[in-house]
């Protein structure tokens, strides 16, 4: 079987992660969008090609998609032309047809398939990739002192300090810097030449490459650029009081994100003063910065 991918639909509307990236250049597990999803359909013996190589029987599957690959692979077997829906009718891929509103059949998944349009949909794309992890690999140096538990891969060069706590799955990348006492936890994943503070904590998000978390901060269910520096004590907050989903602003618009725990999502470049205080579901663009004690309530874009 043949499979293509396509341009994505609502890139924008992922800012400021996909601010100065094509959305399929995001990291989810330290990979590329892009190879992450060209890897598992070809180990499932699909070969990728270009749009213009593409046939009556090839997939063409949106970029800004995430797919179970039992679905793709049902889609894949259907004789007519035919568009792959999640269980709210939403397109997630097709074929046979240029247009998926053209396609003879309509295949419905209940599935766990989702389109990316919002950039908390790409910290759900990475916990569902991060969990699907089966075994640990440390390359890097981990202190007698620290405590590694679950699922971890540790890059070359990296190093977990004394006292830290690391629960995976958990991905670190190469040359990255834990501790001494930081605790990370949940589905996270860490790019290569970041630093970790003392007393730091990461829970559930995505830290890009080259990044600087100072001691104390707390980083919960957030997407963090590259080249950030958090002063410390930058805190998220990331769980609403009353127990409902956080509501994010995507172009003046309020969006229900559906999740009830929600960080923030912090643009390259950024840089925080100490104690700056961030509300869930906000938004800061790259490059801006904050001032010391700061409390951010609404997105800086």
Known sequence: MQATFLPPYHSVLCAPITAN??????????????????AELTR?????VENAEAGPRTLRIPIDTWIELGALLMLGRNEKSARLCDSDGVVLAWKGEESPGDCEEEIRTEAGCFPIVYPWDLLRMNEEVVALMD???IVGEVSPLATISGSVRLGQGSRILPGSVVEGPVVIGPNTQIGPNALIRGATSIGANCY???GAEVKNSIIYPNTYISRHCYI???????????GSGTRTENHRHDGRNHVSMVRGNEVNTERT?????????????VNTSI???????VG????????????LM
């Not at 499932?44 to 990728?48: D, N, S």
């Not at 919960?220 to 958090?230: A, E, K, P, W, Y």
């Not at 725990?261 to 003063?273: A, H, L, N, Q, S």
């Open 220 to 230: 919960g269910d957030s997407i963090i650029g590259s080249h950030v520096t958090l």
């Open 21 to 38: 990236r094509e959305l399929a250049a995001c990291l989810i597990a330290n990979v590329p969008m892009i190879d992450l999803l060209s």
């Open 44 to 48: 499932a013996g699909f070969q990728i």
């Open 196 to 198: 970790i503070g003392h």
């Open 261 to 273: 725990k929600v960080g923030t999502f912090i643009g390259d470049g950024v840089r925080t003063g």
């Open 288 to 299: 801006r910065m904050t001032k010391p004690g700061a409390v951010i309530d609404k997105d």
């Open 279 to 285: 509300e869930a579901a906000v938004k800061i663009g």
């Open 135 to 137: 075994e640990s690999s």
